[in-house]
């Protein structure tokens, strides 16, 4: 799992779709919408119509989507999210 800190463009779901979704996904409706999916459920506390800049997403491990997005969850991950704060 990855976290990302949201922060300019990706304060609305197309923004953070551009950061997220490798472009072949992003380039099907239907693989952008179940990768989608993915993200949300594993973030209920979101408001995807209405992201604050530094809201904390959680970002599954998952083929379709950008492996550099963020920072890993695991080792200094709450050291690298108070920096990013």
Known sequence: MRI????GPQTNLQGL???LLK???AAS???AAAALDKIKRLNPH???DRLPAGAV??????P?????????AGGDAF???SQDL
């Open 4 to 7: 990302l800190v949201t922060q």
């Open 17 to 19: 779709q551009a950061t």
């Open 23 to 25: 472009p072949a996904v």
């Open 29 to 31: 409706p239907a693989l």
């Open 46 to 48: 979101l408001d995807f």
């Open 57 to 62: 997403v959680l970002v599954p491990d998952d």
């Open 64 to 72: 379709a989507l950008e492996a550099t997005a963020g920072f890993a």
């Open 79 to 81: 050291g690298n999210l």
